[in-house]
């Protein structure tokens, strides 16, 4: 039986330990370091890395749900990671993604959607008009945002899974 609150009780508890594996801990440090600088305002940086760990962290609680991953892609995918999971989360925004999930679809929109809402709530309740005058957008902006990174957190996952690390350089 599927139970929502559940689910992001579980997804939001492992989000307060250290769910990535060192590829995606690389790639969560390095793409809020990149968001700080170039965002207006550099509260969204670390918001987008919140935002990108609770998507990590429902794929991983469905994985563990489930107790099996999807090793072998669909489709070809890019190798290059970022761009792998840029690609899937694109197909969670549209259409054509059930292949990657391991929930049913609607079970994985809703939670989703949950936690986006569960995002939007901390970072724009208490929103204080001097950050949202530095970073130069609205709050239909930052929700924009924000649901990206949730999302393309649960296909980092995905893709951690699909894309191939590339073998070390012989120094």
């Not at 793409?31 to 670390?46: F, H, N, S």
Request: glycine letters at 8%; proline letters at 7%.
């Amino acid at each position: 039986m599927f139970d929502l609150h559940e689910l992001i009780f579980r997804t939001r508890a492992l989000g307060q330990s250290h769910p990535f594996t060192p590829r995606g801990y690389r790639y969560l440090n390095a793409r809020v370091a990149q968001e700080r600088k170039t965002q207006p305002a550099e509260e969204l940086g670390i918001w987008a890395g919140n935002a990108l760990t609770v998507g990590y962290c429902l794929r991983c609680v469905e994985e563990q749900d489930v107790g099996r991953i999807i090793d072998t892609p669909p489709e070809p995918l890019p190798a290059d990671f970022d761009a792998a999971a840029s690609h899937i989360a694109q197909l969670i925004r549209t259409d054509g993604a059930e292949p990657y999930l391991l929930y049913p679809e609607e079970h994985v929109v809703a939670a989703l959607d949950h936690l986006i809402m569960g995002e939007l709530e901390r970072r724009l309740g208490g929103l204080d008009a001097a950050v949202e005058g530095r970073a130069g957008e609205s709050s239909a902006d930052i929700t924009e945002y924000l649901a990206w990174w949730v999302i393309k957190g649960y296909a980092l996952r995905v893709a951690d899974h699909l894309v191939p690390e590339p073998a070390p350089q012989a120094k």
